[in-house]
């Protein structure tokens, strides 16, 4: 009888239902309206990208340890400039890799920036960052600076735009 009601309670509660998988990367987008520099710094859990790299196009980065790629600050230039795109008044914002920094949590520090017009009303931003490897992906955007708002990307949500 104790048997059978353990494989009931298992059978009900299996184990891999308590775990939740979460995703996420979190950006801040600052608009300097003093120089039009539009600032981006991107966090998100380095094994993360590194995931997609190895399932997606089998490639190892090893972040942040002595066997790290060599290409790794190309490959992710490559990536983010994929997919974290901001346009105003219709026209892209071209972003330029600044670089990246590893912390000892495994957080994963991506710096881009790129110049934005003078006069801006809206910014769009579509951002579908590890959504093709996590569906439960979720991209957080900060906006400071001109606009100062917040947007949650999703595999339903991918692009939004922001107005003053």
Request: aromatic fraction near 14%; charged fraction near 20%; charge should be negative.
């Amino acid at each position: 009888m104790f048997h059978y009601l353990i494989f009931i309670f298992c059978f009900l509660f299996p184990i891999e239902n308590n775990i939740h998988e979460h995703y996420v990367s979190i950006t801040t987008a600052k608009l300097n309206n003093s120089n039009n520099k539009l600032q981006v710094s991107i966090q998100l859990t380095a094994h993360d990208i590194e995931y997609y790299f190895e399932t997606e196009n089998n490639i190892q980065l090893h972040l942040g340890s002595d066997k790290e790629n060599s290409n790794s600050d190309e490959l992710l230039s490559d990536y983010f400039k994929k997919h974290l795109l901001f346009s105003s008044n219709k026209k892209p914002i071209h972003l330029v890799y600044l670089g990246k920094e590893i912390e000892l949590n495994e957080s994963l520090w991506v710096y881009m920036e790129g110049n934005f017009p003078k006069k801006i009303n809206s910014i769009r931003v579509k951002n579908d960052i590890l959504i093709q490897s996590f569906e439960n992906q979720q991209n957080i955007i900060h906006l400071e600076g001109i606009f100062k708002e917040s947007f949650t990307f999703s595999a339903l949500f991918k692009e939004h735009t922001f107005h003053k």
